[in-house]
């Protein structure tokens, strides 16, 4: 994939959730040219803890207006709604996009896999973490690209980050999301 200033970028971010709560988990998704001009938002949203994450993405990206546009999709981690997981790989294979995870920190397996041991379907919801591959350092993040090498996921992150250390599809996407459930945006993605 040849990074391009004109590269459309997807970034989804989740919106803040009642940790008891049985609402749905609202999710948007900002698409940006490059990392400075946002075109696009799109929302969905999915079950807390569940297992819908992948299938809710592809459908919303897919029947999308801007789908033939968007190139490389973005995810602010690989579980969005508690622990409800991305196939990362599936989401590759479904929109025919590649796909990053993009994370500040590198997650704590440890505790992460003891946390899955006490949820529903918390062994499949392991897998999927495991099939997304090796966290990597990519610039002043980690993450998993899915269909993008790693030289690639970083020329990319660093083409679309434009203030502090966050890609701005993300960034943007944590502000709708945050400001559409709460009333007014808060916190960083």
């Known amino acids: ?101 993009v994370m500040r920190r590198e997650p704590d397996f440890v505790a992460l896999k003891a946390a899955l041991d006490k949820v529903p379907n918390g062994s499949a919801k392991w897998e999927r973490i495991q099939a997304a591959g090796p966290v990597r350092k990519l610039n002043d993040l980690f993450g998993q690209p899915c269909g993008l090498s790693e030289s690639e996921a970083r020329a990319l992150l660093a083409q679309i980050t434009r203030r502090g250390k966050y890609p701005e599809p993300l960034r943007v996407a944590h502000l709708i999301a945050s400001g559409l459930v709460t009333g007014e945006s808060h916190g960083r993605p």
Request: proline residues 6%.
């Open 1 to 101: 994939m040849h990074i391009s200033p004109g590269l459309k970028v997807l970034g989804f971010d989740d919106g803040p959730f009642r940790r008891g709560g049985s609402e749905p988990v609202q999710v948007v998704g900002a698409l940006y040219r490059g990392g400075d001009f946002l075109e696009g938002v799109l929302c969905t949203s999915i079950t807390r803890d569940g297992d819908d994450a992948t299938e809710r993405l592809i459908a919303v990206v897919t029947g999308s207006r801007f789908y033939p546009q968007i190139h490389v999709l973005l995810l602010n981690g690989l579980t969005l709604g508690g622990f409800n997981v991305v196939d990362l790989p599936g989401l590759y294979r479904g929109t025919g996009l590649p796909v990053v995870a």
